[in-house]
Every structure is written in structure tokens, then in C-alpha cells.
């Protein structure tokens, strides 16, 4: 299996543009994640799905974010518009069901630069 | 308010030193505990899950929980250089949404 996939790996974009990221889960699991990594913050979860139903997003820091998750096979993280303090690396993440055991699979990440 | 709380470090210990790590957390009802390491530059890894009072150990990896203290430490024995990475603590809430939260992590050095 290719382990979560996720691209860009790297994005710059101006403040005020559209930001989209993009992820594929590993295939058979049902739960995704979104998280955001800062130095300042650390590793924040920003929002998950269980079987494609978004179930929690309390933390999704403001109306500029959303995410979707279309398909098993796809999910999306949107911030529009952009702004600096954006800046940081987005991690999807999968599992397997969502009982104690289950382990997150991360991806490689989308380091984001908004200047 | 933070809910798992680590020191940020860094820890630098020498090589074939006995590493100690060490996290809390607030939620007194959580139940699932885990360590992930992540090398700079890398998404992270798991490396240790603990779910019961007590040690767990996995070759040089020691995992402790202390439930009615609410913290969980990692012992990393004989460190080597490779060693050297951020050490996240995760706690699965205990509830419908068993979201996990992440402490910040502990940066780890392993000097040779």
C-alpha cells in the first residue's frame, strides 16, 4: 500500500488566494484526519471523518476553512482567502476504525507558505 | 487550556544514556494512550500505545501509565543517535468522538 497520499508537498501562495489540499486515505480505512502543525501550537486537529460524514470540526479556526471528504478515496482541506498566519504543515491521517487500539497513519504532509 | 501537556526540551542525553520522557494530561477519563516519533522534516510515527496502569515495554521502549496521577512517561533505553527526533504524546479523549490529542512534543538529542 502507498500509505496516505497528500500534495501538494509544498505550497506558496500570495494572501487572499484560494488554498486547496488534497489527500487520499489508505484504502479499507474509514476515519480521516486533518491536522495542522505549528512550532507556536504544536500538532492541532482540525477536523474528522468517519465513513466520508465529517463528525467533528471544532477545530477548524474560522469561516476561511473548510474540508470535504467526497469518497472514501479523497477528502479535501480548502482555506480561502488565504492569510500568513495560514502558514504552517497540514497533515492528513487515516485509521482503521476508531476504537483505542487503531493506530494513525499520517501522510507526508503539505508544508504551506502564504506571503 | 492545553490538555496534554509535555516539556519541549530539548532533553539531550549521551549516547547508550537512558532517555526520559514525560507527559500529562487533563481529561481523568481518558483511556488510550500513545507515543509517535517524528524526525525532522517527517510526518509523524507511532512508536508505543499504553491502555492499562502499569509498563509496557517494546525492545529499548518503555511505555508507564499512571492513570490517578494522569501522566504517561517513555523510557527509551541505550539511546543512539538515531534516536534523536521529537517525541509527540497523544491522548484519545473518552468520548463518542475519540478524537486523539497531541501534546507538542519533546525534542530528544542523543549525543554521541
Known amino acids: 500500500d502507498a500509505g496516505v497520499i497528500q500534495s501538494p508537498r509544498h505550497e506558496v501562495t500570495e494572501m487572499g488566494q484560494e488554498v486547496t489540499l488534497r489527500c487520499k486515505p489508505i484504502?479499507?480505512?474509514?476515519?480521516l484526519f486533518w491536522y495542522r502543525q505549528t512550532m507556536m501550537r504544536g500538532l492541532e486537529l482540525l477536523i474528522y471523518f468517519n465513513n466520508n460524514v465529517p463528525i467533528d470540526d471544532s477545530g477548524m479556526p474560522e469561516d476561511r476553512f473548510s474540508a470535504k471528504m467526497p469518497n472514501a478515496s479523497f477528502s479535501t482541506l480548502k482555506i480561502q482567502p488565504s492569510e500568513p498566519r495560514d502558514s504552517a504543515v497540514y497533515f492528513c491521517?487515516?485509521?482503521?476504525?476508531?476504537?483505542?487500539?487503531?493506530?494513525?497513519?499520517f501522510g507526508s504532509g503539505t508544508q504551506l507558505s502564504v506571503l | 487550556q492545553k490538555e496534554v501537556e509535555q516539556n519541549s526540551g530539548p532533553l539531550s542525553v549521551p549516547e547508550g544514556a537512558i532517555a526520559s520522557l514525560n507527559c500529562t494530561y487533563s481529561?481523568?477519563?481518558?483511556?488510550?494512550f500513545f507515543w509517535y516519533r517524528q524526525y525532522s522534516g517527517k510526518s509523524p510515527e507511532l512508536i508505543m500505545s499504553i491502555y492499562s496502569n502499569g509498563d509496557k515495554e517494546d525492545g529499548r521502549f518503555t511505555a508507564q501509565l499512571n492513570k490517578a496521577s494522569q501522566y504517561v512517561s517513555l523510557l527509551i533505553r541505550d539511546s543512539q543517535p538515531s534516536d534523536s527526533a521529537t517525541y509527540l504524546c497523544a491522548v484519545r479523549e473518552n468520548n463518542q468522538g475519540g478524537k486523539l490529542i497531541f501534546g507538542q512534543g519533546t525534542e530528544l538529542s542523543v549525543k554521541p
Open positions: 481529561d481523568r477519563v481518558s483511556q488510550s
Open positions: 491521517a487515516s485509521s482503521r476504525g476508531q476504537g483505542g487500539s487503531e493506530k494513525l497513519f
Open positions: 484504502s479499507g480505512h474509514d476515519y
